[in-house]
């Protein structure tokens, strides 16, 4: 069975002070590997060794592109060692292998070089000077940061979190959800090969309740940048308070995909179907809503049907599959409670509502059927809350205020995708949504250029882009008088 330890100052260590925990194959309910947790004397060996790592002469002399080198090196070791890095998070998620073959891999390399190309174009301003002075703003690293992450992504967001805080001169502590902690071990390993000084990017595991928690209160981080639900989002904010902590959060969502009559709805429809059904719907910028024009719904929800029975679920490990089970078996009880209640509330389930049988190795699984609920009113549960499971609400809507209304009815505010051969449309549309990003005519594209700054209880800052970088800096601004007869204010 595989052991995995934290790693700290580029050592892997099989004692952290804290407990071992199991690491669970979703697609078959096997315990696959033992994770070593740190305590809290641990975590504070991790930020003691960070803090020494940005401090050193090597570090603070490594120029931006030197730091560009070391993560391009990295994109090179993650292709390098794909087959792997591939093995794990499979064995972890149970994502399809097709899914991280041909997206989440490549994916990870290309965060990675984004990044690497970044790091030394970070530019101040300068300003309108006046009166004898020169005045411009900077940017600086902050210190020590934490990446702390959820089990949706695992190898995508630890490149996400590493590669900007890197690039901006940051030493990082990464700490995976203690449900998926493979991938994100390796790549930890990877970056000490790429030629990161040893400290600049710790590993730390264990449960949010202890490890994250320790870290999120430790004095000597300065940035905490978490991804994961709303509620310990909220949490973090309130407890960063204490020490001034910078905070970025990436939260949930409850996204709408809408889709106006004059739209393309074949290819709507495919839309529809990757957004919400992809990593079986357990992606923070899925369209688990779908607002559909009611002139058209009864043909679209046929399309979306018939589209959906050539969907290919099932072993992970068979290149064809294009769905794997729900990573986590308490994420696995809460879609089921979703689409058990959803019944009772008065929605009619068009395709499949229940756990998802296969065959022997596969049983004991957690497998959830891809479903589709119509006759839902846009303030039941299923059409407000974040299930984080391949469950799609269907909301027909009579005009294009209705539809803006009905989308923005929701407390999150991440995404939104919009369906339309009408420009002048999509443009009010772009205007009037309250969501991070928006897609029209598309699904999905634009990573890692295009950046996603959370609206409403979706989080705070921004991740992804230029942006994202930005947010693992501090600023700085600076006037220097060169004037000597200018006056200084009092001439006492
Ligand atoms: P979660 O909030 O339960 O856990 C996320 C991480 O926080 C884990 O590493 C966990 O160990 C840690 N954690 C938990 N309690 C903590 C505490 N008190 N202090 C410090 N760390 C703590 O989320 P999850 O279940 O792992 O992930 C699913 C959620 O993440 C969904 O709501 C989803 O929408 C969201 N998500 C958002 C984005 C985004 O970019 N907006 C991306 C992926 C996932």
Not at 151 to 165: F, G
């Amino acid at each position: 069975m595989i052991k995995i330890g934290p790693i700290i100052n580029g050592e892997e260590l099989m004692f952290a002070g804290g407990d071992s925990v199991d690491v669970i194959n979703p697609a078959t309910g096997e315990v696959i590997a033992e994770q070593i947790c740190c305590n809290s004397e641990f975590v504070d060996k991790a930020v003691e060794s960070s803090k020494k790592a940005f401090e050193s002469d090597e570090w603070q002399n490594m120029s931006p592109s030197e730091r560009g080198n070391c993560l391009l090196r990295l994109a090179v070791l993650v292709e390098e060692n794909a087959e792997e890095l591939i093995t794990l998070e499979l064995q972890d998620t149970g994502k399809p292998i097709s899914q991280l073959r041909g997206g989440e891999i490549p994916l990870t390399a290309q965060i990675i070089r984004f990044y690497a190309g970044a790091a030394d174009k970070i530019e101040g301003k300068v300003k309108a000077s006046s009166n004898g002075t020169f005045q411009f703003t900077m940017y600086e690293p902050y210190g020590v940061v934490t990446g702390i992450l959820p089990w949706n992504y695992p190898l995508v967001n630890a490149a996400l979190k590493v590669a900007p805080a890197v690039a901006a001169g940051n030493a990082i502590i990464v700490k995976p959800s203690v449900d998926t902690p493979l991938a994100t071990t390796a790549f930890v390993r990877l970056c000490t090969k790429a030629g990161f000084p040893k400290g600049i990017v710790n590993l730390t595991l264990g449960r949010g309740s202890s490890t994250g928690q320790c870290l999120i209160e430790h004095p000597d981080i300065k940035k905490i940048s978490f991804t994961g639900s709303t509620a310990i989002g909220q949490k973090i904010q309130k407890q960063a308070v204490e020490h001034m902590k910078s905070v970025n959060l990436e939260l949930g969502g409850k996204n709408a995909i809408i889709v106006f009559a004059d739209a393309d709805l074949d290819k709507a429809a495919d839309a529809t179907l990757i957004s919400a059904f992809v990593n079986s719907g357990q992606l923070c910028v899925a369209c688990s809503r779908l607002l559909v024009e009611k002139s058209i719904a009864t043909e679209f929800e046929a399309i979306l049907k018939t589209k959906l029975k050539n969907l290919k679920i099932g072993d992970p490990m068979d290149e064809d599959t294009q769905v794997g089970p729900m990573i986590t078996k308490s994420q696995y009880d809460t879609a089921l409670k979703y689409m058990d209640e959803s019944e009772n509330d008065g929605c009619q389930i068009l395709s499949g509502g229940k756990k998802l049988n296969l065959n022997d190795s596969l049983n004991n699984g957690f497998w959830l059927e891809p479903t589709l609920l119509t006759n839902v009113n846009a303030d039941m549960k299923v059409a407000t809350e974040e299930i984080f499971g391949p469950v799609l609400s269907i909301i027909t809507f009579e005009t294009e205020a209705e539809a803006v209304e009905i989308s923005n009815s929701v407390e999150y505010g991440l995404s939104g995708s919009v369906w339309t051969k009408d420009s002048m449309r999509s443009l009010r549309m772009i205007k009037q949504l309250d969501t991070g990003i928006i897609w029209v005519n598309n699904m999905m594209d634009g990573y890692p250029q295009i950046s996603v700054p959370p609206h409403k209880m979706s989080g705070t800052g921004v991740e992804l882009g230029t942006e994202g970088l930005l947010t693992f800096c501090k600023q700085k601004s600076a006037v220097i008088g060169y004037d000597e007869k200018a006056p200084v204010g009092w001439s006492l």
